[in-house]
Nanobody
Framework: QVQLVESGGGLVQPGGSLRLSCVASGKNFHINIMNWYRQTPGKQRELVGLISSIGITSLVDSVKGRFTISRANANNTVYLQMNNLNPEDTAVYYC???????????????WGPGTQVTVSS
């Protein structure tokens, strides 16, 4: 069983920065893709970006040039660096991992509990 825990959220002023972390723990697994999503009350969860197991990243247009995704520790930790934040970035941010347990190759699609990011003056 794979568990995800996000950290790094908080309150920041417009124009500020935060770095979110997502740590995956468990035994014998391989993660193919780690995604970052965000959700505000009354709205659907939206994809912010992703990073593949070989380091390919993709970000939605609304955050390109401001956010970056990176990883460390053999793919088990993923970061979302958020710069030049604005109030529209306020949301609960979730990480999501898609992969397989080993050696069974049983698929999993796991979510973290989320971390709140609030951008306000």
């Amino acid at each position: 069983q794979v568990q995800l825990v996000e950290s790094g959220g908080g309150l920041v002023q417009p124009g500020g920065s935060l770095r979110l972390s997502c740590v995956a723990s468990g035994k014998n697994f391989h993660i193919n893709i780690m995604n970052w999503y965000r959700q505000t009350p009354g709205k659907q969860r939206e994809l912010v970006g992703l990073i593949s197991s070989i380091g390919i990243t993709s970000l939605v247009d609304s955050v390109k040039g401001r956010f970056t995704i990176s990883r460390a520790n053999a793919n088990n930790t993923v970061y979302l660096q958020m710069n030049n934040l604005n109030p529209e970035d306020t949301a609960v941010y979730y990480c999501n991992a898609i992969g397989q347990s080993l050696p069974t190759r049983a698929s999993f699609n796991t979510w973290g509990p989320g971390t709140q990011v609030t951008v306000s003056s």
